[in-house]
């Protein structure tokens, strides 16, 4: 079965950093297309940067170009999401989750993305 588990999110004041991680079990994060979502209060959850199986892609949303940066660890089938100087809109939880090879998928939407995590809790506040 498919799993991820997300860690490190937390309390950071604007213009801090925070560095995610998704540890997958049940299957090898290469061979998939994977991504972090974001789902704010009141809103529906959102894509903030996926990777193609294989590498041969990676996706950011407007809103984390140059401050955010995805990343996998291959060895231990960990997917990790860098962020900088984050702001308070991007506060949310934050999920990581996969996309079945082969099959279409949509980084902005999820579309196509399962095994969801229980997700992290990011705040950027003062």
């Known amino acids: 079965q498919l799993q991820f588990v997300e860690s490190g999110g937390g309390l950071v004041q604007p213009g801090g950093s925070l560095r995610l991680s998704c540890a997958a079990s049940?299957?090898?994060?290469?061979?998939?297309?994977v991504g972090w979502f974001r789902q704010a209060p009141g809103k529906e959850r959102e894509g903030v940067s996926c990777?193609?199986?294989?590498?041969?892609?990676?996706w950011y949303a407007d809103s984390g170009k140059g401050r955010f940066t995805i990343s996998r660890d291959s060895a231990k089938n960990v997917l990790y999401l860098q962020m900088n100087s984050l702001k308070p809109e991007d506060t949310g939880v934050y999920f990581c989750?996969?996309?079945?090879?082969?099959?279409?998928?949509?980084?902005?939407?999820?579309w196509g993305f399962g095994s969801w995590g229980q997700g992290t809790q990011v705040t950027v506040s003062s």
């Open positions: 049940g299957f090898t994060l290469d061979h998939y297309a």
């Open positions: 990777k193609s199986d294989g590498d041969g892609f990676t």
């Open positions: 989750g996969a996309a079945v090879p082969g099959r279409g998928y949509v980084c902005s939407s999820g």
